[in-house]
């Protein structure tokens, strides 16, 4: 198995960004497809409210080390 030459992630309120979950999926779909890149791998991972130093805490958590 190859490993991903792209890492994506982000932390998205789930009702509020889901265009932004849809646009991520979509692109890595796309690029995967035609492969220009290698593979592309992605992690999108939902807050459960709004508190934004939640969110700080939870990108931290959801990082993806290359």
Known sequence: M????????????????????AAIQYTVEWLNQ????????YLIDYLDDVDHYDALKKGEYVKIDI
């Open 34 to 41: 035609r492969g220009v890149y290698g593979e592309v791998e």
């Open 2 to 21: 190859q490993t991903p030459a792209i890492h994506l992630g982000a932390v998205l309120r789930e009702k509020e960004d889901a265009h932004i979950a």
